[in-house]
């Protein structure tokens, strides 16, 4: 059995970090939800200021198909507030709501207890893709310009009254994504490889990524046949073989979620393309000081 990445590299020193590998991209894992309540503008807001590469983040379809921004395929009490401010009494699925119905949602008020730093966003509602493409147009934060977006379509074949079929799922974000010229800094992520191998039909250009949450068979065979660019693993189920394996087929490795100084440093141990991460301001930090270190 191959040995896990933090057996195999438990023994790397920063200082060899910093002379010998090349750092990866800084993703904002559903912007910064280390720091503010996920998946809003505020948190692509802070993941700008921060100097992230790319914004990931999830994607649902509304009742009248407008693609937004949600990890959830419900609203749920937990993350949002009802339309009259007060706490929901249960999950409201996104598909049932329009987006005039979905706005009147609250979800910058209420924090994640497993990020203490976060802070309120009151009166936030869920975003639509094409928002998050208007904020970046319009942002003056110096890494606006080229951050790139990492944007998971949210499909669940064992409810599939949650979400679109992968075709329609694929339509619709390729749609909003050729209308605002974004094709050459998208990629779409999926556990679905339908989802993905429909973005490939209507955008070509459009980078796909496949998401896995464990490796238990050969994954670079799969991962080829399914003709993704990017394969984005779990980050407790990459070992430094399978990440030079793909690599060496020309796909690139992004995993997630990585949050610690420690895992950080072996995952760049490890030759990774990207890390995606809740807190993308200390990961640039920290990417920063090794930088520092190698001149």
């Keep these: ?93 996104i598909r049932e709501l329009t987006l005039a119905e979905l706005k009147k949602y609250d979800c910058g008020t209420l924090l994640n207890p497993k990020f203490p730093q976060q802070i309120e966003v009151p009166g936030t509602p869920m975003p639509t893709l094409e928002e998050v493409f208007e904020l970046v147009k319009k942002s003056g934060y110096a890494a606006a310009p080229k951050v790139e977006f990492n944007i998971e379509t949210k499909i669940f074949p064992y409810e599939p009254a949650l979400s679109p079929s992968p075709e329609e799922f694929a339509r619709l974000v390729t749609d909003v994504v050729k209308k605002h010229g974004m094709e050459a800094r998208v990629m779409v992520q999926s556990f679905d490889v339908r989802t993905l191998r429909a973005v490939k039909k209507f955008a070509p250009a459009i980078r796909t990524s496949q998401l896995t949450y464990e490796s238990l068979v050969d994954i670079v065979p799969a991962l080829k046949n399914s003709k993704v660019d990017i394969w984005s693993p779990n980050y407790k189920w990459i070992t430094v073989e399978a990440v030079k394996e793909a690599q060496a087929a020309g796909i690139k490795v992004a995993p997630w979620t990585i949050n610690t100084r420690k895992e950080w440093d072996l995952a760049i141990a490890a030759g990774v393309d990207a890390i995606i991460t809740d807190y993308p301001a200390a990961l640039v930090e920290h990417l920063a000081a090794l930088r520092a270190a190698k001149k």
């Design 1 to 93: 059995m191959k040995k896990i990445l933090f057996l195999t590299l438990i023994a790397a020193s920063v200082p060899a970090l910093a002379a010998d590998l090349r750092l990866p991209a800084v993703h904002g894992h559903r912007g910064s939800r280390g720091t503010v309540p996920e998946n809003t503008l505020p948190a692509f807001e802070a993941a700008l200021l921060a100097g992230a590469d790319v914004l990931e983040f999830d994607l649902g379809v509304t009742k009248d198909g407008v693609v937004i921004v949600s990890h959830e395929p419900k609203v749920t009490p937990e993350r949002c507030l009802g339309a009259d401010g007060n706490k929901l009494d249960k999950p409201v699925a």
